[in-house]
T-cell receptor, first 114, second 109 residues
């Protein structure tokens, strides 16, 4: 059974039209992450939540925002998508201080910007 | 300097051979080390984790860690066509995971 679920799996939007990607988890993990992965590149951490505390990476553009209304859900909002924002967006969860530090990934949401 | 660097590849090996992947990292305080496999268009899948110096074997996979040299490697023995994928090295600091750019492996039948 899927433990980290991302929706939609594929999203097509127009230049400048806001997009929201969602992530839900059944693992009750306290940390949730959003990564951006462009073609042939490493996944890049955009931000993460440690419980309710939001942590933004220094180089994450202001165009990207996130919400975590409760432990199970996290959203990625792209306010005005540009062509350069086309990528796979990966949600992951972990237990901070857990025995392994392993991150559990969802299947990803692929964003296309026209 | 990139936090995590991998040999760029691509790496092509014949079926049944050993594929050797290398990774170096910059932060000496790094605590945990992972290898993920990623098929085209899919999300990363954890295949190995290693936390202390030495070797760790799991089936056809062996991970090696040398913290003094800040070096992690992955060996894939008896390579199969299904091993054809991009392999991502990842390093954990506190609870944030940093990835290398990946090495693409192609196993020739």
């Amino acid at each position: 059974d899927a433990m980290v679920i991302q929706n939609p799996r594929y999203q097509v939007t127009q230049f400048g039209k806001p997009v929201t990607l969602s992530c839900s988890q059944t693992l009750n993990h306290n940390v949730m992450y959003w990564y951006q992965q462009k073609s042939s590149q490493a996944p890049k951490l955009l931000f993460h939540y440690y419980d309710k505390d939001f942590n933004n990476e220094a180089d994450t553009p202001d165009n990207f925002q996130s919400r975590r209304p409760n432990t199970s859900f996290c959203f990625l909002d792209i306010r005005s998508p540009g062509l350069g924002d086309a990528a796979m967006y990966l949600c992951a969860t972990s237990i901070a201080g857990g025995p392994t530090g392993e991150l559990f990934f969802g299947e990803g949401s692929r964003l296309t910007v026209l | 300097q990139k936090e995590v660097e991998q040999n760029s590849g691509p790496l092509s090996v014949p079926e049944g051979a050993i594929a050797s992947l290398n990774c170096t990292y910059s932060d000496r305080g790094s605590q945990s080390f992972f290898w993920y496999r990623q098929y085209s268009g899919k999300s990363p899948e954890l295949i190995m984790s290693i936390y202390s110096n030495g070797d760790k074997e799991d089936g056809r996979f062996t991970a090696q860690l040398n913290k003094a040299s800040q070096y992690v490697s992955l060996l894939i023995r008896d390579s199969q066509p299904s091993d054809s994928a991009t392999y991502l090295c990842a390093v954990l600091n506190d609870y944030k995971l940093s990835f290398g750019a990946g090495t693409t492996v192609t196993v020739r039948a």
